[in-house]
């Protein structure tokens, strides 16, 4: 019929999560509740276990519930992905370099150690086979990446410990899931093949990633920056990504390894800041999805009827992997707090468990009512990751008589940010150094940038104007940030921008000549310099001693000409008092 609304199930699918996006982030932050909790409820509402088991008696439910749960298991996948690709730019591989005692040591021994441990428990309670118990404790003893780290970050104390632990879980991927292939009854010893053909082979393509990565990402983003398309920079950024997750995954190692790996190179550049601002959104809603599809399949009714199974399954998996944690941290000398925080942040099964409980299944190591009955325990375990992590902080200030250390970047020298990296930006960088000064400078011009760190200057690849650029380089510890850059529109909306999100902050601007002073100043800048004056007083002065006409005469009367223009900027520009034109030691005199 004319006018009838059809929509394909992708559009719909699509629509309601959208539509979930919108309402759950603001609601939920409105209450300073993480939305992760927020999707996975809106999974449980619209996936087939809730709203969507009623479409066929109520039609119109078809537009507000998801009609193929399946159909975004790819989507949800990317966002684990994405996910992986801003640890990497988060990370650095000097940083990772760092961590690698944390890594195969700390992360190693809780995957083998709860892995071991409650496989044996499995073994002997549940009266399972050695193969089954060992699919299943292994899978149990991960822990999600995709929920722990959004909220521990990585540089904090706790941080730390949950992405050494994660990232061996990550690395450990793979060689469980080829192990659970050669345990299978029909496996015979093609699948201890498998192991070794994919480990030499993603070794390789690892390797090739590595030196290809390092000598073509930065020309590739240079290209990318120069055409100054925020359009071509994401294609540039996604298609690093996607390819090296395929490389990946083409011999066998799984795709976050690859986009690993990727940011990883990237944040080698200087274009990191820039790719994580401009992937930061799709990452979010990839990321949503995936938490979706983890409420999607949560069956309600089932959890009813086994609910006293279901909740002592969950309990003990929680308080065993939280003491595990717990303790291993205590040995390698992290505070009480720390440890009580990660040992509970830590204490959930994962996406990957759900992943290894699949390959576990299809290989017939696991029945598939074993596997139907962990993937709805983990399903809830994922759901309360975020409550496990309130309660961690809550008990980690209690056991602590001390404050725990906050993020690392707050132990950081706070630096002034020079935006801008032409002649002015270097010469403040340069008296920033005579004095002893911290100092990084930010530009959106490639050439520049690469220049400037040739010469020496700390520099950074990055669009102020664009997102919260600033904010990531440290605007809000800042002790200043200087505005160099000779475009006047630009210049003010980002001195109003600063201005409203940092009232303290110092802003000190270039400005033209006295009338784009007076916007400045308007705008929210703490001292607005223009240039075309200064420049014009002491072409004044020069000539006019040079002519024989006496030093004092000459610079009172510079002083006085300062003085009205003083006046009229503050007239103009709505100020309070008469603004500095110049250093305390020259203006002194005026």
């Given at each position: 019929?004319?006018g009838?609304?059809?929509?394909?199930?992708?559009?719909?699918?699509?629509?309601?999560i959208?539509g979930a996006?919108?309402?759950?982030?603001?609601?939920?932050?409105?209450?300073?509740?993480?939305?992760?909790?927020?999707?996975?409820?809106?999974?449980?509402?619209?996936?087939?276990f809730?709203?969507g088991?009623?479409?066929?008696?109520?039609?119109?439910?078809?537009?507000?519930?998801?009609?193929?749960?399946?159909?975004?298991?790819?989507?949800?996948?990317?966002?684990i992905?994405?996910?992986?690709?801003?640890?990497?730019?988060?990370?650095?591989?000097?940083?990772?370099?760092?961590?690698?005692?944390?890594?195969?040591?700390?992360?190693?021994?809780?995957?083998?150690?709860?892995?071991?441990?409650?496989?044996?428990?499995?073994?002997?309670a549940?009266?399972?086979?050695?193969?089954?118990a060992?699919?299943?404790?292994?899978?149990?003893?991960?822990s999600?990446?995709?929920?722990?780290?959004?909220?521990?970050?990585?540089r904090?104390?706790v941080?730390?410990?949950?992405?050494?632990?994660?990232?061996?879980?990550?690395?450990?991927?793979?060689?469980?899931?080829?192990v659970?292939?050669?345990?299978?009854?029909?496996?015979?010893?093609?699948?201890w093949?498998?192991?070794i053909?994919?480990?030499?082979?993603?070794?390789?393509?690892?390797?090739?990633?590595l030196v290809?990565?390092?000598?073509?990402?930065?020309?590739?983003?240079?290209?990318?920056?120069r055409?100054?398309?925020?359009?071509?920079?994401?294609?540039?950024?996604?298609?690093v990504?996607?390819g090296?997750?395929?490389?990946?995954?083409?011999?066998?190692?799984?795709?976050?390894?690859?986009?690993?790996?990727?940011g990883?190179?990237?944040?080698?550049?200087?274009y990191?800041?820039?790719?994580?601002?401009?992937?930061?959104?799709?990452?979010?809603?990839?990321?949503?999805?995936?938490?979706i599809?983890?409420g999607?399949?949560?069956n309600?009714?089932?959890?009813?009827e086994q609910?006293?199974?279901?909740?002592?399954?969950?309990?003990?998996?929680?308080?065993?992997?939280?003491?595990?944690?717990?303790?291993l941290?205590?040995?390698?000398?992290?505070?009480?707090g720390?440890?009580?925080?990660?040992?509970?942040?830590?204490?959930?099964?994962?996406?990957?468990?759900?992943?290894?409980?699949?390959?576990?299944?299809?290989?017939?190591?696991?029945?598939?009512?074993?596997?139907?009955?962990?993937?709805?325990?983990?399903?809830?375990?994922?759901?309360?990751?975020?409550?496990?992590?309130?309660?961690?902080?809550?008990?980690?200030?209690?056991?602590?008589s001390?404050?725990?250390?906050?993020?690392?970047?707050?132990?950081?020298?706070?630096?002034?940010?020079?935006?801008?990296?032409?002649?002015?930006?270097?010469?403040?960088?340069?008296?920033?150094?005579?004095?002893?000064?911290?100092?990084?400078m930010?530009?959106?011009n490639?050439d520049?940038i690469?220049?400037?760190?040739?010469?020496?200057?700390?520099?950074?690849?990055?669009?102020?104007?664009?997102?919260?650029?600033?904010?990531?380089?440290?605007?809000?510890?800042?002790?200043?940030v200087?505005?160099?850059?000779?475009?006047?529109?630009?210049?003010?909306?980002?001195?109003?921008?600063?201005?409203?999100?940092?009232?303290?902050?110092?802003?000190?601007?270039?400005?033209?000549d006295?009338?784009?002073?007076?916007?400045?100043?308007r705008?929210?800048?703490?001292?607005?310099?223009?240039e075309?004056?200064?420049?014009?007083?002491q072409?004044?002065?020069?000539?006019?001693?040079?002519?024989?006409v006496?030093?004092?005469?000459?610079?009172?009367?510079i002083?006085a000409k300062?003085?009205?223009?003083?006046?009229?900027?503050?007239?103009?520009?709505?100020?309070?008092?008469?603004?500095k034109?110049r250093?305390s030691?020259?203006?002194s005199?005026?």
């Amino acid at each position: 019929m004319a006018g009838e609304l059809t929509l394909s199930p992708f559009l719909s699918d699509a629509l309601v999560i959208l539509g979930a996006a919108g309402i759950v982030i603001p609601v939920f932050a409105r209450f300073r509740i993480t939305p992760i909790i927020g999707f996975i409820l809106i999974g449980v509402a619209v996936g087939p276990f809730g709203l969507g088991s009623l479409v066929e008696r109520i039609p119109w439910l078809y537009y507000i519930t998801i009609s193929d749960p399946e159909a975004l298991t790819p989507f949800a996948d990317f966002g684990i992905v994405l996910l992986l690709f801003a640890i990497g730019l988060e990370l650095s591989f000097n940083r990772l370099w760092t961590m690698r005692k944390l890594v195969f040591g700390l992360g190693a021994l809780e995957v083998l150690i709860s892995g071991s441990a409650l496989a044996l428990f499995m073994g002997l309670a549940g009266a399972m086979d050695t193969a089954a118990a060992l699919a299943l404790g292994f899978a149990l003893a991960f822990s999600s990446t995709a929920i722990v780290l959004p909220i521990s970050g990585t540089r904090s104390p706790v941080g730390r410990a949950a992405l050494s632990m994660l990232l061996f879980e990550d690395i450990m991927i793979v060689p469980i899931i080829f192990v659970l292939g050669a345990l299978a009854p029909n496996a015979a010893d093609e699948g201890w093949g498998g192991i070794i053909q994919t480990l030499w082979q993603g070794g390789l393509v690892i390797a090739v990633l590595l030196v290809v990565g390092r000598f073509a990402l930065p020309r590739l983003f240079a290209q990318a920056a120069r055409t100054k398309s925020p359009e071509l920079f994401l294609a540039a950024s996604l298609l690093v990504v996607i390819g090296a997750s395929l490389a990946t995954a083409l011999v066998g190692l799984s795709p976050i390894v690859g986009a690993l790996i990727a940011g990883l190179l990237i944040a080698e550049t200087e274009y990191h800041t820039e790719v994580e601002l401009i992937m930061e959104p799709f990452k979010g809603l990839a990321l949503g999805v995936f938490l979706i599809t983890v409420g999607m399949s949560i069956n309600l009714a089932e959890i009813a009827e086994q609910i006293g199974a279901i909740t002592l399954a969950v309990v003990g998996v929680v308080v065993f992997k939280a003491l595990v944690t717990g303790v291993l941290l205590r040995l390698m000398g992290a505070r009480r707090g720390t440890a009580a925080e990660t040992g509970l942040l830590m204490a959930s099964p994962s996406e990957t468990t759900l992943i290894v409980l699949a390959a576990a299944t299809s290989a017939l190591v696991l029945d598939a009512e074993t596997a139907r009955f962990w993937q709805t325990v983990t399903a809830i375990g994922l759901t309360i990751t975020p409550l496990l992590a309130k309660l961690g902080a809550v008990i980690a200030r209690r056991v602590d008589s001390v404050a725990l250390a906050q993020n690392d970047d707050d132990s950081e020298e706070a630096r002034t940010i020079i935006v801008g990296g032409g002649r002015v930006g270097r010469l403040i960088a340069d008296m920033m150094q005579t004095h002893g000064k911290s100092y990084v400078m930010i530009d959106s011009n490639p050439d520049l940038i690469a220049a400037a760190k040739r010469d020496g200057y700390r520099a950074t690849f990055g669009d102020a104007a664009r997102g919260d650029t600033l904010s990531r380089l440290g605007a809000e510890r800042a002790p200043a940030v200087v505005l160099t850059m000779d475009e006047p529109v630009l210049a003010q909306r980002l001195v109003a921008k600063l201005r409203q999100t940092y009232p303290d902050l110092l802003i000190v601007a270039r400005a033209r000549d006295t009338d784009h002073a007076a916007a400045m100043y308007r705008a929210g800048a703490s001292h607005a310099v223009p240039e075309t004056l200064e420049s014009s007083l002491q072409l004044s002065e020069a000539v006019l001693v040079d002519i024989g006409v006496a030093m004092g005469p000459v610079i009172a009367s510079i002083h006085a000409k300062r003085d009205e223009f003083r006046e009229q900027l503050e007239r103009d520009g709505g100020l309070s008092e008469k603004p500095k034109l110049r250093t305390s030691s020259s203006a002194s005199g005026a």
